[in-house]
């Protein structure tokens, strides 16, 4: 599965984004989708899955972030924050639930995007 990222850009806090990820082929509904992203210096970290109808979230975005899919999967981020500014990647594969957040349940990566978050 080759993922193509886009919608990254530049936005003043408490502004909206839309992130989505896109086969170039007709998306596989038995692979889990999550967005990932990683700030300058930091390691990279979970933002957000959707897996077999189930949406997953970690505790900094949620209430802020929404992951959603048909065609594509979307990320909408609302209310962004400069701790947001980050490359946010996306990722498919099938990892056990109990391991959704980690990257190592995801084999197929798309490039990252940019989302920078001024102050």
């Known amino acids: 599965v080759q993922l193509q990222a886009s919608g990254g850009g530049l936005v003043q806090a408490g502004g909206s984004l839309t992130l989505s990820c896109a086969p170039p082929?007709?998306?596989?509904?038995?692979?889990?989708v999550a967005w990932f992203r990683q700030a300058a210096g930091k390691e990279r970290e979970f933002v957000a899955a959707?897996?077999?109808g189930r949406t997953y979230y970690d505790d900094s975005v949620k209430g802020r972030f929404t992951i959603s899919r048909d065609n594509a999967v979307h990320l909408q981020m609302n209310n962004l924050r400069p701790e947001d500014t980050a490359v946010y990647y996306c990722?498919?594969?099938?990892?056990?639930?109990?391991?959704?957040?980690?990257?190592?349940?995801?084999?197929?990566w798309g490039q990252g995007t940019l989302v920078t978050v001024s102050s």
């Open positions: 990722a498919a594969g099938r990892p056990i639930l109990s391991a959704i957040s980690s990257p190592l349940g995801y084999g197929n």
């Open positions: 082929e007709r998306p596989d509904s038995r692979y889990s």
């Open positions: 959707i897996a077999r």
